[in-house]
């Protein structure tokens, strides 16, 4: 089993900043993958970004955060961050952290087993 724990969220003025942080009580397996997916009500959830343990080429896709979110992690501490710069009103969501990959679709949120309780974002004038 392994639990994850989101920090950060808050309310954020449209253009600016805000940092989650995702914290893993282990790794499900040595390259597993971190993702972070965001949610809100009557849609599904959408990848944000994902990460592997062992890799140095975080995964963005087509997210909606590209050129604006950046997804990092600190091996030692089993952490993952997602920094979002620049932030929009339709950023405002639920934003979850996920791991234990289960196939190599990085970006399918049922590919995932452990899910933390996810962390408002809110992003308003």
């Known amino acids: 089993q392994v639990q994850l724990e989101e920090s950060g969220g808050g309310l954020v003025q449209p253009g600016g900043s805000l940092g989650l942080s995702c914290v893993a009580s282990?790794?499900?397996?040595?390259?597993?993958?971190v993702a972070w997916f965001r949610q809100v009500p009557g849609k599904e959830r959408e990848v944000v970004a994902a990460?592997?343990?062992?890799?140095?080429?975080?995964?963005y896709g087509d997210s909606p955060g590209r050129g604006r979110f950046t997804i990092a992690r600190d091996n030692a501490k089993n952490v993952v961050y997602l920094q979002m710069y620049r932030l929009k009103p339709e950023d405002t969501a639920v934003y979850y952290c996920?791991?234990?990959?289960?196939?190599?679709?990085?970006?399918?949120?049922?590919?995932?087993?452990?899910w933390g309780q996810g962390t408002q974002v809110t992003v308003s004038s």
């Open positions: 990460i592997r343990w062992r890799s140095n080429s975080p995964f």
């Open positions: 996920s791991a234990g990959l289960q196939s190599e679709r990085i970006t399918t949120a049922m590919e995932y087993q452990y």
């Open positions: 282990r790794r499900a397996f040595d390259d597993d993958a």
